[in-house]
């Protein structure tokens, strides 16, 4: 891989970010940016069309999250790796990250040639993880927990805060800028994480657990 140039996908709702990303990668002949994205929906597209070589990609994005953008380009087959550059490093963010795919989680604060050598080796496929991340992910396996907040995504809480509301799924695709195939599959991982069958009974382990207050 050092041998020829690696192909990037900048995938990050603030233009700033991407601007800056941009601007660094393009000062080293070593990496070329095909493009960039502002959300996870059309990170993947362009990811599709552009069949980079590692794809940077944020998490909280309003337009498509990275989490589920990295489990849909996951299950397209899509050959770019993807290397997480964000800001969160907590257990709700991480785990569901590197759970739907990515080869790396990295902050945004990591140096320019810490960020360098995390593309390299994500581009030849190996796992790059920033120690904040490490020590969480050592925590979560040596401490597994009880299903909790900290297993559920970002994105999942949100559905499970406006099922308890009684909220439809066409009323949270309308409320999240999702598809209803996309609430259902939301769903489906609570119940899964959660132990249950149903919304009502999602609501109700929940509140149990603390997860709603």
Do not use: C, Q, W
Not at 2 to 21: K, N, Y
Not at 158 to 184: D, M, P, Q, Y
């Amino acid at each position: 891989m050092a041998d020829r140039t690696i192909t990037l996908l900048i995938v990050d709702d603030h233009p700033v970010v991407r601007d800056g990303l941009r601007g660094m990668f393009a000062s080293d002949p070593g990496f070329s940016v095909l493009g960039e994205a502002a959300g996870g929906v059309e990170g993947v597209e362009l990811a599709l069309h552009l069949d980079p070589d590692v794809i940077l990609m944020d998490l909280r994005m309003p337009a498509g999250s990275g989490v589920e953008a990295i489990a849909e380009l996951t299950r397209r087959g899509a050959r770019a790796k993807v290397l997480v550059l964000t800001t969160y490093d907590t257990d709700s963010d991480t785990i569901p990250a590197i759970e739907a795919g990515a080869t790396g989680y990295l902050l945004k604060d990591a140096p320019r040639d810490e960020l360098f050598t995390a593309v390299r080796a994500a581009a030849e496929g190996r796992t790059v993880l920033s120690p904040a991340v490490v020590s969480r992910l050592v925590g979560a396996v040596r401490n597994p927990a009880t299903p909790t907040v900290e297993v559920l995504s970002a994105r999942e809480r949100e559905v499970l805060e406006l099922v308890a509301k009684g909220t439809s799924n066409r009323e949270i695709a309308r409320e999240l800028f999702i598809s209803e195939a996309t609430v259902k599959t939301h769903l489906t991982h609570l119940y899964r994480k959660l132990g249950v069958k149903d919304r009502a009974a999602a609501v109700a382990v929940a509140y149990d657990r603390g997860i709603l207050g």
